[in-house]
């Protein structure tokens, strides 16, 4: 059964893990609308079409041709996620601190996790790392790669903010809904951007009426094109580094530029678009004192990772400067 973690913070009745949950939703908006499969082992394999038999006519008294169509094995691997929070013995013990300094710690590191997570679901780059999972960046070039050009576009105008004037706006807007038209059933769950993308996109939004707003699970407000989000994807563990940076190239590489960003379009379901895949569910073990030294140990342990089944699922529009007057 495929559950998001939003999902299972409602129905989580240990404090630890549902604490761990939370705090990791609180910092990583994009984890409410991820959908998670347990497989239970390290990788799974699944079947996606390659391509479509041929239907063909005839003439009569003549047969038709034979076409079957073809498909292919695709493996996606979990990557061992989880760290180990330690808080020295005194300092948990001490009458005059204010609050469990576990807890801290432990908010603390799921921070980090958060933080942790959103960078390598775009960025994650198992060529250079083989202990992370593939990120969408280069999940939408091997699509490329198979042929599926309209996943990744430039926008239309580099050379000014889409913000310059309203003939910048409205071509920037023909460009999203590109983007989104390239979504199977035209229709992704999120638009996937930096804050300063974010703050451009709802400014014309809201300079042409078309900005709508909803709330998540803990009330803050969530801004909408049409139906669907715009989230903002933050930043790195270091609070600075922007995931998305503002210096790619026009012609869309991850740097070396001077003003340019991208937006990514995501849909996601179980085994047919995008998805998460665990080989368990996030754990939180309160192992106690330590026998090396006088600590208490934390260990989260979730292993976890991405799929993808349908080229459709995700797409990318590369070459966009947000806003030249800053």
Same mark, same amino acid.
């Given at each position: 059964?495929? @559950? ?7 129905? $989580? ?18 984890? $409410?609308?991820?959908?998670? $499969? ?53 300092? %948990? ?13 432990? =908010? ?36 490329? /790669? ?15 903010? !889409? ?18 038209? /390239? ?10 951007? =930096?804050?300063?993308?974010?703050? %451009? ?6 300079? =042409?009426?078309?900005?709508?707003? %909803? ?30 940076? =503002?210096? $790619? ?15 990514? /379009? ?35 342990? @979730?292993?976890?990772?991405? %799929? ?11 070459? !966009? ?6």
């Amino acid at each position: 059964m495929a @559950w998001t973690l939003a999902e299972m913070s409602k129905i $989580e009745t240990d404090p630890g893990r549902k604490s761990v949950i939370d705090t990791m939703l609180m910092e990583a908006n994009l984890l $409410e609308i991820v959908p998670w $499969e347990t497989i239970g082992r390290l990788n799974t394999t699944m079947v996606r079409h390659q391509d479509l038999p041929s239907f063909g006519y005839r003439k009569v008294t003549e047969g038709y041709s034979e076409s079957t169509g073809h498909f292919e094995l695709k493996v996606e691997s979990v990557s061992l996620g989880g760290l180990d929070i330690d808080t020295d013995i005194v300092i %948990a013990r001490n009458s005059f601190t204010i609050e469990d300094a576990r807890a801290v710690q432990q =908010n603390m590191a799921m921070k980090s996790a958060a933080y942790q997570f959103n960078w390598k679901f775009i960025s994650g780059n198992p060529t250079s790392d083989p202990e992370e999972f593939k990120g969408i960046r280069l999940r939408v070039d091997d699509i490329v /790669a198979e042929g599926y050009t309209d996943q990744k576009f430039a926008c239309s105008d580099t050379d000014t903010g !889409i913000l310059n004037s309203e003939a910048t706006r409205f071509n920037f807007l023909q460009d999203v809904d590109k983007l989104i038209y /390239a979504i199977k059933g035209h229709a992704p769950d999120a638009l996937l951007m =930096n804050k300063k993308m974010l703050l %451009a996109f709802r400014s014309c939004l809201i300079r =042409n009426k078309l900005l709508n707003q %909803a709330q998540d699970m803990f009330g803050r407000v969530i801004d909408m094109y049409g139906n669907i989000r715009l989230i903002d994807i933050g930043t790195r563990a270091d609070q600075s580094t922007e995931i998305i940076l =503002n210096t $790619e190239t026009a012609a869309g590489a991850a740097s070396g530029g001077t003003e340019c960003t991208s937006i990514y /379009a995501v849909k996601f379901g179980i085994a047919e678009l995008l998805w998460g895949i665990q080989m368990y569910p996030i754990e939180v073990r309160d192992l106690g004192e330590i026998q090396t030294k006088p600590v208490y140990r934390t260990r989260v342990d @979730w292993p976890h990772g991405m %799929a993808d089944v349908d080229p459709r699922c995700i797409a990318r529009m590369y070459g !966009i400067v947000p806003d030249n007057s800053a």
